[in-house]
């Protein structure tokens, strides 16, 4: 290693070094956290535990609000993703396609969800919701979940159709092609990369969703994250960890499976306004 270090310049060591830094920083939480989840027995100072177990994963598995609520946040979360592609895909469509005005003011308008503190503008739309009775039910859950991802449902998708050029749907257009077949041929599949993106950021958000849940779905609708603050406070680190490992899973998972969609021109043309 020394002698490798050596023939580097100092720049390639700092970035060496930093690389080092950032691996040991983003891994050595969850490492800690897989750690825990598996002991059976761990004393301090030792480095390791005595004893591996699953007895932790049997106890949080056996908790009956722990189950729900692994179940109610990935049905909510399919729900969000399934209305907002349902929504804002159209929306996206039109955006790329349709000068008309106001148009740059109101894809900007998307933004503002996430422009300000996110528990004031959850305050003042929970104030909206007990009058239309839509506090503590499904569906004002799933509506403040939507609120909170259409800037990824629109943002993203808009650009990737803006990706395709228009002169690809004119030529099948000109063979005689009629526009829904001009759309679903050509169009839809070659926007298809910016739209998984944009459902895997919306389905992992609304996984995560926190604050709107607990001020609009409490008590009935208990999601992960709610559940989460419980278990920190009333039961031991290891039940903690074997949950915080159920809840990062699924991000870890999605995106190393769509990891060939994500690229930096996905993602930075989502954020431009044209």
């Known amino acids: 290693m020394r002698w490798y270090l050596k023939g580097l310049g100092p720049r390639k060591i700092i970035e ?31 480095v390791l535990p005595h004893q591996w177990s699953l007895k932790w994963w049997t106890f949080v598995f056996q908790q009956e609000d722990i189950a729900k609520s692994i179940g109610l946040s990935f049905l909510i979360a399919s729900i969000v993703t399934g209305l907002s592609i349902v929504l804002c895909i159209p ?18 308008s998307f ?20 009058k239309l009775g839509l506090m503590n039910t499904l569906i004002g859950v799933v509506l403040i979940h939507i609120i909170n991802v259409l800037m990824f449902m629109t943002w993203i998708p808009t650009a990737a159709f803006r990706n395709v050029h228009t002169a690809q749907e004119e030529s ?27 459902s895997i950021f919306t389905f992992l958000n609304s996984l995560d969703e926190a604050q709107g ?36 899973a699924p991000t870890i998972i999605l995106l190393l499976a769509a990891q060939r969609f994500v690229s930096a021109d996905v993602l930075s043309s989502g954020f431009q306004i044209k």
């Open 16 to 46: 060496f070094i930093v690389l080092v830094v950032f691996i040991i920083f983003f891994l050595g939480p969850l490492l800690n956290l897989a750690i825990l989840a598996f002991t059976g027995t761990w004393n301090y100072p030792d």
């Open 91 to 108: 929306a996206a469509y039109a955006f790329a396609r349709i000068r008309f005005p106001l148009s740059r003011f109101f894809l900007f």
């Open 111 to 130: 933004l503002l969800t996430h422009a300000f503190p996110k528990m004031g503008l959850y305050v003042s739309i929970a104030v909206l919701f007990y």
């Open 172 to 198: 099948a257009r000109d063979v005689g092609a009629s526009p829904f077949r001009v759309f679903r041929s050509i169009t839809l599949p070659m926007a298809m990369p910016g739209i998984l993106v944009a």
């Open 213 to 248: 849940t607990f001020l609009v779905g409490i008590p009935n609708y208990k999601t992960m994250p709610i559940v989460m603050y419980s278990i920190i406070a009333d039961y031991p680190a290891y039940a903690g960890a074997v949950f915080s490992i159920i809840l990062t």
